[in-house]
């Protein structure tokens, strides 16, 4: 118990200077500080001792997700989550999401200034966390979520869409099936309670997404009979020489 109790001290010390340093870093540099940072969280106990290093690790992610931030923090932030859910245990995962599930949301609005990759990398946040919550908080996860995931779809009143924007909707589209194959109860209460604009665009969007997916499938090639031999052929060697 004394050994485990330094050892959290010392990491959540080292947490602390990384943290220190993010604000101050950028590019690859600030996302590796970030993802050292959470690393070391990851180790200490969701309550009790680590309960305050965890507190500020939510606090510095959520000033880095900020809809004012720059783009650079908010990408480091969202890839340092996708590291650390995964692995995290439950009661972290659970308390990441929690916290900065609100955070994580805005970006995803079609009015935000967040690129393409950036909502992508907050869609796959919302979605793991969808996939992570216990049965009993999954319809008000989904509830934040779905109307999210819709509002990724493109659809052709948009204008043109770039490589990212239509990757971001490719997903959007995978996902909402997978979540409605995982939660379906739960997705169908969901969907009955979107309002009119955000069916419109799930139904837009999903007609389009399949018509161009037929124009796109290769043309079948009408079969052909097969012609019938003009000069009749036979295997029989040994009849027809007499063997």
């Not at 001290?9 to 943290?19: K, W």
């Not at 967040?114 to 908080?137: I, M, N, R, Y």
Request: aromatic share 2%; proline share 6%; with cysteine.
């Amino acid at each position: 118990p004394a050994a485990a109790a330094q050892w959290a001290r010392v990491s959540a010390a080292a947490m602390e200077s990384a943290l220190a340093l993010v604000d101050g870093a950028a590019g690859d540099a600030r996302a590796a500080l970030l993802q050292t940072a959470l690393a070391l969280a990851a180790a200490l106990p969701a309550d009790g001792d680590g309960a305050a290093a965890h507190g500020r690790v939510v606090a510095v992610l959520g000033t880095m997700l900020g809809a004012a931030a720059p783009a650079d923090g908010r990408a480091a932030a969202l890839g340092a989550l996708l590291k650390l859910l995964p692995a995290a245990p439950p009661p972290l995962q659970q308390l990441y999401v929690g916290a900065l599930a609100p955070d994580v949301a805005p970006l995803l609005l079609r009015g935000s200034a967040a690129a393409s990759a950036e909502k992508l990398a907050g869609l796959k946040v919302l979605l793991l966390a969808c996939t992570l919550a216990p049965a009993e908080a999954a319809e008000v996860l989904l509830s934040l979520t779905l109307p999210l995931v819709v509002q990724c779809m493109h659809v052709a009143a948009d204008g043109a869409a770039d490589a990212a924007a239509k990757e971001l909707s490719t997903v959007a589209h995978s996902s909402f099936t997978a979540l409605a194959k995982r939660y379906p109860a739960e997705v169908r209460a969901v969907a009955a309670g979107f309002d009119e604009g955000t069916r419109t665009r799930m139904a837009t969007s999903l007609q389009e997404a399949a018509a161009a997916s037929q124009r796109a499938a290769p043309v079948q090639a009408a079969p052909v009979a097969a012609a019938k031999p003009k000069i009749a052929l036979s295997m029989n060697f040994g009849a027809k020489f007499g063997v």
